[in-house]
T-cell receptor, first 112, second 112 residues
Framework: DAGVTQSPTHLIKTRGQQVTLRCSPK?????VSWYQQALGQGPQFIFQ???????QRGNFPDRFSGHQFPNYSSELNVNALLLGDSALYLC???????????FGPGTRLTVT | GIQVEQSPPDLILQEGANSTLRCNFS?????LQWFHQNPWGQLINLFY???GTKQNGRLSATTVATERYSLLYISSSQTTDSGVYFC??????????????FGTGTLLAVQP
């Protein structure tokens, strides 16, 4: 049973650029949530996708956007990158917007 | 918003020792999860425990939702137990929500 997968593992971008991160949920899950974890802190909720719609959003600017595909996989897009966007981006999946969440290995984004 | 605090913030143990990690939350919650974040950033599910007591090998957890705390017990610690331990709660909103709010974390170092 495949767990949550994310790509790429690492990414280096320049200020002002745009980035797309990808996530495939655990088999049987239909809900994907994205979190940002800055160094030395706990993960912070960005948004959640269910039935291809954004269902809930955390305190993040509109530069952060996402998408969910019919196969339940998801993308996180960040525009106009800032140095402060450097972080570990974690994807989590669950079933029916509730219950236990399982996390992927993360994508480490560095903005220079 | 809800506050989720963990104690102690740091803990150093000798291999074989036992420990108790605590998670306090300031409002009623639907669910609570415990995670172990390894040095590579992977969040590993330990327990999904909205209430009661669960055990898994050398680990056990207890959540007393009415008193707004949860405890994680680690017995006979091993060096592979090192890392950061997070508790995360899901709020008791009226609608469906799966946003996890993470605690401040406990950094555990187990020395041989």
């Amino acid at each position: 049973d495949a767990g949550v997968t994310q790509s790429p593992t690492h990414l280096i971008k320049t200020r002002g650029q745009q980035v797309t991160l990808r996530c495939s949920p655990k088999s049987g899950h239909d809900t994907v949530s994205w979190y940002q974890q800055a160094l030395g802190q706990g993960p912070q909720f960005i948004f959640q996708y269910y039935e291809e719609e954004e269902r809930q959003r955390g305190n993040f600017p509109d530069r952060f956007s996402g998408h969910q595909f019919p196969n339940y996989s998801s993308e996180l897009n960040v525009n106009a990158l800032l140095l402060g966007d450097s972080a570990l981006y974690l994807c989590a999946s669950s079933w029916n917007r509730a219950y236990e969440q399982y996390f992927g290995p993360g994508t480490r984004l560095t903005v220079t | 918003g809800i506050q989720v605090e963990q104690s102690p913030p740091d803990l150093i143990l000798q291999e074989g020792a036992n420990s108790t990690l605590r998670c306090n939350f300031s409002d009623s919650v639907n669910n609570l999860q415990w995670f172990h974040q390894n040095p590579w950033g992977q969040l590993i599910n330990l327990f999904y425990i909205p209430s009661g007591t669960k055990q898994n090998g050398r680990l056990s957890a207890t959540t007393v939702a009415t008193e707004r705390y949860s405890l994680l017990y680690i017995s006979s610690s091993q060096t592979t137990d090192s890392g950061v331990y997070f508790c995360a709660v899901r709020m008791n909103y009226g609608g469906a929500t799966n946003k996890l709010i993470f605690g401040t974390g406990t950094l555990l170092a187990v020395q041989p």
